[in-house]
């Protein structure tokens, strides 16, 4: 089993710059699509990138619906 120092390290050398803006811009724009457009990027794209970031952190950071994000947990 990993040591939260090599938990750290996976995390750091995992995530990219670019899964932050998208989530920050999430988080701001209280939508995945008004998000994408202000990212210059598809919805599809934006929605990928979160997940990816998802499965990096093991948790779900933002609830997805039909009417856009919800919301970011926490």
Do not use: N, W, Y
């Not at 938990?7 to 988080?27: I, P």
């Not at 998000?35 to 093991?58: C, D, F, M, N």
């Amino acid at each position: 089993m990993k040591d939260s120092a090599d938990l750290r390290q996976d995390f750091v050398r995992s995530v990219q710059l670019r899964h932050l803006r998208c989530l920050v811009a999430v988080a701001q724009e209280r939508h995945l699509a008004r998000a994408a457009e202000r990212l210059a990027l598809s919805q599809p794209a934006v929605s990928k990138t979160l997940s990816e970031l998802e499965a990096i952190v093991g948790t779900r950071l933002v609830e997805r619906s039909k009417a856009g994000r919800r919301g970011v947990q926490g």
